[in-house]
């Protein structure tokens, strides 16, 4: 949904995708406007979207594609949210997707969570999804070794200076990852 939820969610699997030489596309839905509460950016659209960029870079990755739609707004776009997912689904025909819980406390991760699932039927039949949690952890699921890349999933959070202004996502991934191995 927004320029740093999927290094938060998926940045790890990410770049052990990178590091096989997949091809990974992420889509930031949002033009991350709100992501400034204190306004302490001139631009925070273009801050978050230079920091989008880097922070996919550090994963080994290419640049997000943008589609610029308000933040904090998408479950009133879910038509065209829909489409656009089904559209992305068709064009790449993934052979594992990753997109939210349905779960998810913030609402336009929980509108991309139900566009996803409403654009499922454009997916390759065998394409596996997994689903990730931003503001929690999914229960049940699957649990990914990610010691070998989370060095760089945490690399990759640091470039979100202006995300980190107001949470300490590197810390609070490190705490997170920790808590799911030992738990």
């Given at each position: 949904?927004?320029?740093?939820d999927?290094?938060?969610g998926?940045?790890?699997?990410?770049?052990?995708?990178?590091?096989?030489?997949?091809?990974?596309?992420?889509?930031?839905?949002?033009?991350?406007?709100?992501?400034?509460?204190?306004?302490?950016?001139?631009?925070?659209?273009?801050?978050?979207?230079?920091?989008?960029?880097?922070?996919?870079?550090?994963?080994?990755?290419?640049d997000?594609?943008?589609?610029?739609?308000?933040?904090?707004?998408?479950?009133?776009?879910?038509?065209?949210?829909?489409?656009?997912?089904?559209?992305?689904?068709?064009?790449?025909?993934?052979?594992?997707?990753?997109?939210?819980?349905?779960?998810?406390?913030?609402?336009?991760?929980?509108?991309?969570?139900?566009?996803?699932?409403?654009?499922?039927?454009?997916?390759?039949?065998?394409?596996?999804?997994?689903?990730?949690?931003?503001?929690?952890?999914?229960?049940?699921?699957?649990?990914?070794?990610?010691?070998?890349?989370?060095?760089?999933?945490y690399?990759?959070?640091?470039?979100?200076?202006?995300q980190?202004?107001?949470?300490?996502?590197?810390?609070?991934?490190?705490?997170?990852c920790?808590?799911?191995?030992?738990?």
């Amino acid at each position: 949904a927004h320029p740093d939820d999927e290094v938060i969610g998926a940045g790890s699997m990410l770049a052990w995708h990178a590091a096989r030489g997949h091809q990974v596309t992420v889509v930031h839905a949002t033009d991350g406007a709100k992501g400034d509460p204190g306004n302490r950016e001139h631009d925070i659209r273009a801050v978050r979207r230079r920091e989008g960029v880097q922070a996919l870079a550090r994963l080994g990755l290419g640049d997000p594609r943008h589609w610029d739609l308000p933040d904090g707004e998408l479950p009133e776009h879910l038509d065209a949210l829909t489409a656009r997912i089904g559209e992305v689904m068709r064009e790449i025909r993934p052979r594992t997707l990753y997109s939210f819980h349905a779960g998810e406390a913030h609402r336009d991760h929980r509108a991309i969570a139900a566009a996803t699932a409403a654009a499922a039927a454009a997916l390759p039949a065998d394409c596996r999804c997994l689903l990730y949690g931003v503001n929690f952890v999914p229960p049940g699921g699957t649990l990914f070794d990610v010691t070998d890349t989370y060095p760089r999933c945490y690399h990759a959070l640091q470039a979100y200076a202006s995300q980190n202004a107001y949470i300490d996502l590197p810390g609070m991934s490190e705490h997170r990852c920790r808590a799911a191995t030992v738990n």
